[in-house]
Antibody, heavy 118, light 107 residues
Framework: QVQLQQSGAELAKPGSSVKISCKAS????????ISWIKQTTGQGLEYIGY????????NYNEKFKGKATLTVDKSSSTAFMQLSSLTPDDSAVYYC???????????WGPGTMVTVSS | DIQMTQSPSSMSASLGDTVTITCLAS??????LSWYQQKPGKSPKLMIY???NLEDGVPSRFSGSRSGSDYSLTINSLGYDDEGIYHC?????????FGAGTKLELK
């Protein structure tokens, strides 16, 4: 069955960076894009961007350009998101999600909580 | 960017009720609209895609509809398992956008 496993919670200091992973299983990894979504205050969802898992090509929501960097390791079926120059506003739960052939998100990872605090 | 205005932000209903959640798109998105259910501490789960198509395994008590730029999620015969936050999502145009979410509680 399709599964997306994400790395554990992160506690980071302002100005630092974190790198979150999303390991896929149960399907052909390179046949589907992986997207990343931010959730703050347990309710609102914000789209960060996607990575073409076959080519490594990326597309970012303008708001997250310079903040998020998406990469992929096809050999381990893992997608990564690095968040840089962290501020308290980056504290959130970050989800990876598989983008279906129809562009909606059919499977989601369990989320990774990032807390930015001095 | 396309904006999705979701209402209500929260609601309370009784067991067995029928409830409707609505999203209004700021411009035409065709049927490129999906709905997700999110339980506390869990990730969102796909319920409806293409505005009206039920995802496999989702109870038929859930349905999606469209009237112009208004999209609705209706839940019939409400049960305690239906509590959670519901999100709409447009994927017609990049970047994809979500509504602000509707928190559904049972009385």
């Amino acid at each position: 069955q399709v599964q997306l496993q994400q790395s554990g919670a992160e506690l980071a200091k302002p100005g630092s960076s974190v790198k979150i992973s999303c390991k896929a299983s149960g399907y052909t990894f390179t046949s589907y894009y992986i997207s990343w979504i931010k959730q703050t205050t347990g309710q609102g969802l914000e789209y960060i961007g996607y990575i073409n898992t076959g080519s490594g090509g990326t597309n970012y929501n303008e708001k997250f350009k310079g903040k998020a960097t998406l990469t992929v390791d096809k050999s381990s079926s893992t997608a990564f998101m690095q968040l840089s120059s962290l501020t308290p506003d980056d504290s959130a739960v970050y989800y990876c999600a598989r983008e279906s052939q129809g562009w909606y998100f059919d499977f989601w990872g369990p989320g990774t909580m990032v807390t930015v605090s001095s | 960017d396309i904006q999705m205005t979701q209402s209500p932000s929260s609601m309370s209903a009784s067991l067995g009720d029928t409830v409707t959640i609505t999203c209004l798109a700021s411009q035409d998105i065709g049927n490129y609209l999906s709905w997700y259910q999110q339980k506390p501490g869990k990730s969102p789960k796909l319920m409806i895609y293409g505005a009206t198509n039920l995802e496999d395994g989702v109870p038929s008590r859930f349905s999606g509809s469209r009237s112009g730029s208004d999209y609705s999620l209706t839940i019939n015969s409400l049960g305690y398992d239906d509590e959670g936050i519901y999100h709409c999502h447009q994927y017609y145009e990049y970047p994809p956008a979500f509504g602000a979410g509707t928190k559904l509680e049972l009385k």
